[in-house]
């Protein structure tokens, strides 16, 4: 690049703003694509966190569903409803709600930028969509005894999905045949 094409760039770029810019730089680029150009670019992100930020979208869910199981057996051994509210259980309460409802709906949004799609981001919506089911069905915002088989069904049922994309993952990384065809 020539010191007259360097001159004009940097007019450009301060005259235009960085949100123009990115805008025209970026006009007709997927999300994952723009992740792959900020990678090679190396400036603001380490490869070594987004590296990180991947594998954790990956593992993560499985976590969120061995929590909700132990919580649903904790939960099932006692008589109490979990909708009595007392002042001293309230952080237990946002917290299990958070694991249950926001992270999973954040890792759903994050995992799209690593393009992990059928093994990872479907059985999290599955989870999704069937606990706020089981929610709908009960009519109740609460966690109540009733619900407790459900939610183990709908938990079992999604883990069998992970460990399927776990294996799968196994398999084609080995060189062997896929165990479900790519679209």
């Known amino acids: 690049m020539t010191k007259e094409e360097e001159d004009e760039v940097h007019r450009l770029v301060q005259s235009v703003g960085v949100v123009q810019l990115s ?13 792959n150009v900020i990678i090679l670019a190396g400036r603001g992100y380490s490869i070594k966190l987004l590296t990180w930020f991947k594998y954790y ?9 061995l929590f909700h199981i132990a919580c649903m057996v904790t939960f099932a051994s006692h008589d109490k409803e979990m909708c009595v ?8 309460a946002a917290f299990i709600y958070f694991s249950v409802y ?3 709906l954040v890792l759903i949004i994050a995992s ?9 981001r479907i059985p999290m919506i599955i989870y999704l969509f069937g606990i706020n089911a089981i929610h709908i069905v009960y009519w109740n915002v609460f966690t109540t005894n009733e619900m407790v ?5 709908i ?13 799968d993952k196994y398999f084609s ?11």
């Open 149 to 153: 088989e459900a939610n183990v069904v």
């Open 173 to 183: 990384g080995k060189g062997c045949q896929s165990l479900i065809s790519r679209l």
């Open 85 to 92: 509210w007392f002042k001293e259980n309230w952080v237990s």
């Open 155 to 167: 938990l079992v049922m999604t883990i069998i999905f992970y460990v399927y994309g776990f294996a």
């Open 112 to 120: 799209r930028f690593f393009w992990l799609c059928y093994r990872w």
């Open 23 to 35: 805008r025209v730089m970026f006009k007709d680029m997927d999300v994952s694509e723009m992740i």
């Open 57 to 65: 979208c990956e593992v993560m869910p499985l976590f969120i569903m």
């Open 102 to 104: 926001i992270h999973p």
